[in-house]
C-alpha cells in the first residue's frame, strides 16, 4: 500500500516536474536519458560482460566518501568495475575529477520503477552500496527482489531528518528491511535506525569515513601545489570562512572589520558554499565598505600588485576549499550559524589549524564533538565571539600552534575507518567469514 502511494505521487511528480527535465537535458546537459536508465551502450562497453559493484552517492559530500572508501575496496577485490551513481550534476563531475579509472561515473535513475527495472538490467552489478541517507525506495526494492546485496555505509541519521522518518515509519521499515547491512558513523545513528524497525543485527557502527577525507585530498593531489600558499598571500594572514550560508557572511565581515584595526596583514577568503551567490556575497562586502576580488580573476590572471591592496579574496571556483584551508591561521565552517547543520570541520582541521564554527553542527555532530572536547574547536554564537577568537589566535602564536595542533591530532587519530569498511564490505560481498568485528553493534 505505501509502496503504491509512494510511485503514484513520484510519477505525478515526473509528469509535473516534465518541462523542466526537458529543460535540464537541453540547456543544461543533465544527460536526461540517463536519469530513465539509458545508457547508449557506454556502461556495456565500459564492462565487458563483467558484473560491477554499484556504489550511489547523491552529490559532492558524498561522492568524496567513495574518494576515500573506493580505493580501499579495490585494493580487496579483484572486482575492477565499479559504477558510481549520482543525483546531482556536481556530483557527477567530482566523481570524474577524483575516482579511480576503474569507476564509471552515472546519473541515478529517476526512482520510479520502469526506470529503475531498466538500469538494472543494463548494469546487472553485484551489489548496491548507498552512501549516508540515500534511501530510494524503488531502488532499495528492486534490488531485494533481484537477490542483490544492498548495504548503506557511513549511515547517519540527523537531528532534522529522524523526525521525518518517524512520521513515515510503515514505509521506512518496509524500504529499510531490505537492505543486508547498514554501517552507521555513531551509536546515536545506529539505535535511531533500530528504533526505525530495522533488525539491530543488520546495524553497525565503524565510525565516520569523512575522517579519512584529507588523507585522500593529498593522495588525489599528489605532486600538485594546490595546497601551497600563493605568491599573492606569502605576506598575509589568512582566515578561511568556508562553505558559508545566507546570514552568516554578516557576521564574519562585522569581526574582521573590527580585526583590519588591529593587524594590517590580515586577509580574508570567503567561500559560499553555493558558488552561485559569489557575486551576491561580493556586493556585500562593498556595501560594508571593504575591497573583494574574485578567486576565477585571479587565476584569469589578474595578478601582482592588484591583490595586495584586497581586503577579501570570494572563494568563486569548484573544489578548491578543502587545500585553501591549508593556506590560514585559523578557519570557520559554516552552515553553523543557520539551520543549515553545519559542514565538515575536518576539512580545515586536517590542516592543524584551529577551527570554529557556531552551534549547529548536528550534521557532523560527533566530529565537531570531538574537536571541540580536544581543544582543537570553539563554538561561537555571534560576530563579538568570533572576533574574540580570531583575535586571540593572531595576537598570541602558542595558542594558535597548539590548538591547532590538536585539531590535526583529532583528525588523525580517527583515520582508518574507510579501510575497515572496505574489508568489511568486500567480506560480505563474497561470502567470506569476517576478519574483525565493527567498533560497537547496535544493541
Same mark, same amino acid.
Given at each position: ?16 516536474? #516534465? ?108 551489489? #548496491?552500496?548507498?552512501?549516508?541517507? /540515500? ?55 545506529? /539505535? ?68 583590519? /584595526? ?122 563579538? /565571539? ?7 589566535? #593572531? ?49
Amino acid at each position: 500500500m505505501f509502496m503504491f502511494v509512494y510511485n503514484v505521487l513520484m510519477t505525478i511528480g515526473v509528469i509535473v516536474s #516534465l518541462p523542466v527535465l526537458i529543460w535540464l537535458g537541453w540547456v543544461r546537459k543533465h544527460h536526461i536519458r540517463e536519469r530513465i536508465g539509458i545508457y547508449n551502450g557506454r556502461i556495456n562497453s565500459f564492462l565487458n560482460g563483467k558484473r560491477p559493484i554499484w556504489f550511489h552517492a547523491a552529490s559532492v559530500g558524498e561522492v568524496r566518501v567513495l574518494a576515500a572508501l573506493i580505493p580501499a575496496y579495490l585494493r580487496e577485490s579483484h572486482n575492477k568495475k565499479i559504477i558510481v551513481s549520482t543525483v546531482t550534476k556536481t556530483g557527477r563531475e567530482e566523481a570524474k575529477k577524483i575516482l579511480p579509472k576503474e569507476c564509471l561515473a552515472i546519473f541515478m535513475p529517476i526512482d520510479l520503477r520502469i526506470f529503475v527495472h531498466r538500469a538494472f538490467d543494463v548494469i546487472n552489478p553485484k551489489a #548496491l552500496i548507498l552512501t549516508e541517507t /540515500e534511501f530510494w525506495p524503488n531502488l532499495i526494492c528492486y534490488a531485494n527482489e533481484k537477490g542483490i546485496k544492498t548495504f548503506c555505509i557511513n549511515g547517519r541519521l540527523s537531528d532534522k531528518s529522524y523526525p521525518k522518518y518517524k512520521l513515515a515509519k510503515p514505509l521506512v521499515r518496509r524500504v529499510l528491511s531490505c537492505i543486508d547491512y547498514f554501517f552507521m558513523q555513531s551509536k546515536m545513528d545506529a /539505535e535511531r535506525l533500530v528504533a526505525l524497525g530495522v533488525d539491530k543485527s543488520k546495524v553497525l557502527v565503524f565510525g565516520n569515513i569523512k575522517y579519512d577525507l584529507a588523507q585522500t585530498d593529498l593522495r588525489i593531489k599528489k605532486g600538485v601545489k594546490a595546497a601551497e600558499k600563493p605568491i599573492w598571500a606569502k605576506d598575509k594572514r589568512v582566515l578561511v570562512a568556508g562553505s558559508t550560508h545566507k546570514g552568516e557572511e554578516e557576521v564574519i565581515l562585522d569581526a574582521y572589520n573590527r580585526l583590519r /584595526e588591529n593587524y594590517d596583514d590580515v586577509l580574508l577568503i570567503l567561500a559560499p558554499r553555493h558558488l552561485s551567490r559569489a557575486k551576491e556575497i561580493k556586493a556585500l562586502i562593498e556595501k560594508n565598505k571593504l575591497r573583494a576580488v574574485m578567486r576565477s580573476e585571479i587565476k584569469a590572471g589578474r595578478g601582482g600588485d592588484y591583490f595586495s591592496s584586497e581586503d577579501i579574496i570570494v572563494l568563486d571556483t569548484m573544489g578548491e576549499l578543502r587545500y585553501v584551508y591549508n593556506w590560514g591561521e585559523a578557519a570557520f565552517v559554516g552552515g553553523s550559524l543557520d539551520k543549515t547543520g553545519g559542514h565538515n570541520p575536518l576539512e580545515p582541521a586536517a590542516w592543524g589549524i584551529p577551527v570554529v564554527f557556531g552551534p549547529n553542527m548536528r550534521n557532523c555532530r560527533d566530529i565537531a564533538d570531538s574537536l571541540v572536547d580536544e581543544g582543537g574547536a570553539k563554538v561561537i554564537h555571534n560576530a563579538d /565571539e568570533l572576533y574574540l577568537f580570531f583575535n586571540g589566535l #593572531l595576537s598570541d602564536d602558542e595558542i594558535k600552534q597548539e590548538m591547532g595542533y590538536k585539531a590535526g591530532l583529532v583528525s588523525e587519530e580517527k583515520r582508518g575507518v574507510s579501510v575497515k569498511v572496505a574489508e568489511r564490505l568486500y567480506d560480505l560481498i563474497s561470502h567470506k567469514k569476517s576478519r574483525f568485528q565493527p567498533a560497537e553493534t547496535a544493541g
